[in-house]
């Protein structure tokens, strides 16, 4: 009896250039992973065979086999889900965006304290409260005689005292964020 499909049938199945642009996608997704540093690929949702096989991609120093392990590399990818990798690059990608919106906040917020006046220490001040005041008054005095001094002088374009400034509040950040992480385990225990 021959094998007749239903051309309802014939519609449903992907065409064999969808089914290639998938397995594409695939090996693209596995060249990605190359990329990731071996604490972000531990995070990965992925099996032993393919960590296996992109840590063996690390060693290979031959053109045409690095090209060829990739395609291996993909083949392996068609027999997993490929959303929880996609999931843990977009978590990737909002800690990374989450550091640049922070770095952009602290570079502004200094800025802002080299121009400013006391009222903008206040704020800061009320930002953390946990901040040594002393400090912070010492740092953004110095910062702004440094400022000063480069536009009276403007082959002086040190700043120095404007990075240590900078490395200050983003301590101060770092301190706040781990004791915002700290302070609900404090009150289980």
Do not use: C, W
Request: negative net charge; glycine residues 4%.
């Amino acid at each position: 009896m021959p094998k007749n499909t239903p051309i309802e049938d014939l519609e449903e199945l992907p065409s064999k250039t969808a089914q290639k642009q998938v397995m594409h996608d695939l090996q693209a997704l596995g060249e990605k992973l190359l990329d990731l540093t071996p604490k972000q690929l531990e995070k990965m949702p992925i099996d032993d065979n393919l960590r296996n096989a992109i840590e063996e991609a690390g060693r290979i120093k031959s053109r045409g086999a690095l090209k060829r392990h990739k395609q291996f590399i993909g083949k392996l990818m068609r027999d997993i889900d490929p959303d929880p990798i996609l999931a843990q690059f977009a978590l990737f990608e909002s800690a990374h965006q989450m550091l640049n919106k922070t770095f952009h906040h602290l570079e502004e917020l200094r800025e802002e304290l080299i121009a400013g006046g006391k009222d903008i220490i206040g704020n800061v001040i009320s930002e953390y409260p946990t901040i040594d005041k002393q400090k912070l008054r010492q740092l953004v005095k110095n910062a702004k005689k440094e400022h000063e001094r480069n536009l009276i002088q403007p082959t002086d374009t040190s700043n120095k005292q404007g990075r240590l400034l900078f490395r200050f509040l983003r301590t101060q950040e770092q301190s706040e964020l781990e004791g915002t992480v700290d302070a609900p385990d404090a009150e289980i225990d």
